[in-house]
């Protein structure tokens, strides 16, 4: 499979959070805050990181 990186805005609360997505084919592998978001500059929650895994 191919790995893409996505840019998303995390849905989980109100502060929502810029995210970086690893995906491999239609699988999520790795969530991480990204850096270049204006707001969340990278930081993500313990709700946010945990995307890879609820997915």
């Known amino acids: 499979m191919t790995t893409t990186v996505?840019?998303?805005?995390?849905?989980?609360?109100?502060?929502?959070?810029?995210?970086?997505?690893?995906?491999?084919?239609?699988?999520?592998?790795?969530v991480r805050g990204d850096a270049d978001d204006v707001f969340s500059r990278g930081f993500i929650c313990p709700k946010g990181a945990s995307l890879a895994e609820l997915h």
């Open 6 to 30: 996505d840019y998303r805005t995390c849905p989980l609360c109100e502060a929502t959070c810029g995210l970086q997505i690893e995906l491999d084919g239609r699988e999520v592998t790795k």
